[in-house]
């Protein structure tokens, strides 16, 4: 799809993810960049400098993908769509009902809305949950779908629908399947908030991170200035009806995450370790490593953004918007 002078839909728009994806939209040619939210998870702020943009907007009457009448008023006259609007994974856990209501009906509302409106492409975000448990590593994407939980089964259904309207519809779409995403606008304190900030925060309190088993267990941790950069490049792919990784290849166990922190902070800290509950136990995937070759040759995506410099990246924009306070302290005692 070319994307030069079209209007996009960003549905999560405000989001972790969805407000870099609106970010690197802009950074192209666009028409226009409609932003989609009910601010359940998004924010504010991590929109404000867009919206100075006189092709951003954000849309005035609500944003839930519940709202039916209110997502069909929102695609009008728009060519193509970025689905990110998700409940998260221990969101999905302890709310299963509610999981159900956005991620699943949710994303049948859009792709429904999608048909009506005649939308010339979709992409949707699925997530490396639908694999679960690896059985080969890395993870190409005929990996089978082990998953267990809520949340893999809410995208396993979403990735579902979207053949079932394909087929049916004839809906052009590609559906994106992430690895372990971090980076700036990632809520920083929240209780369901992802590995690498927890650890942020507990060498920031000058306190010991805390690993649950040996540390061995290793993921794929992707940038997502690389992931909001590979949303852009499905939107403007000729691939259709397919899905992709969104990772790196690399292999990083959570004890090299822990020490790479360490090191990056010159703390002194000792790691402490625990044994995993039996509900960890249960839920625990040892090793997620996605395969990044389907991506780079259909998609033309190669990750940019090293551990090392993603990390930075997030240090920085943590003391920039407060969250280090301990760097905060010490420039204002300064």
């Known amino acids: 799809m070319d994307i030069k002078g079209k209007k996009i839909l960003v549905i999560g728009g405000a989001g972790f993810i ?40 954000l849309y005035p009457n609500g944003g ?72 080969e590593v890395p993870m190409t994407e005929e990996h089978p779908f082990n998953n267990r939980n809520f949340y893999g089964a809410s995208k396993i259904c979403g990735e ?21 995403v971090y980076g700036p606008h990632q809520d920083q304190t929240a209780a369901y908030t992802g590995v690498i900030p927890i ?28 992931t909001a950069r590979c949303n852009v490049l499905a939107l403007q ?9 969104v990772g790196t290849g690399v292999q990083t166990s959570i004890k090299e995450l822990c020490d790479t922190i360490l090191e990056m902070k010159d703390s002194k800290l000792e790691v402490q370790y625990n044994p995993y509950s039996a509900d960890d136990a249960r839920r625990m995937v040892q090793n997620r490593i996605g395969c990044p ?16 410099e993603g990390l930075q990246r997030l240090m920085d924009w943590r003391i920039e918007n407060g969250v280090d306070r301990a760097e905060c302290k010490k420039k204002s005692a300064a």
Not at 293 to 308: H, V
């Open 293 to 308: 070759i389907k991506a780079e040759k259909d998609l033309g995506f190669k990750y940019d953004i090293s551990l090392r």
């Open 18 to 57: 969805g407000s870099h994806v609106v970010e690197e939209l802009l950074k192209n040619d666009v028409g226009e960049v409609v932003i989609y939210d009910n601010f359940a998870r998004g924010k504010h702020s991590n929109i404000e400098h867009m919206l100075e943009d006189d092709r951003c907007s």
């Open 237 to 245: 792919s000729e691939a259709t009806d397919e899905f992709y990784n």
């Open 199 to 226: 650890m942020l925060n507990k060498v920031e309190a000058n306190e010991a991170p805390q690993i649950n088993g040996d540390g061995t267990q290793a993921y794929d941790f992707v940038s997502v200035y690389d």
């Open 64 to 135: 839930d993908v519940r709202e039916i009448d209110i997502l069909n008023d929102a695609m009008k006259d728009a060519d193509g769509v970025i689905h990110l609007a998700a409940m998260w994974l221990l969101h999905c856990k302890d709310y299963p009902r509610t999981a159900f209501d956005v991620n699943i009906q949710g994303t049948f509302n859009v792709l429904e809305a999608c048909v009506n409106n005649n939308i010339e492409r979709l992409v949707y975000s699925s997530s490396a949950s639908v694999y679960g448990d690896a059985t």
């Open 160 to 180: 579902s629908m979207c053949r079932a309207f394909y087929d049916r519809y004839g809906l052009s779409y590609v559906g994106l399947r992430y690895m372990n």
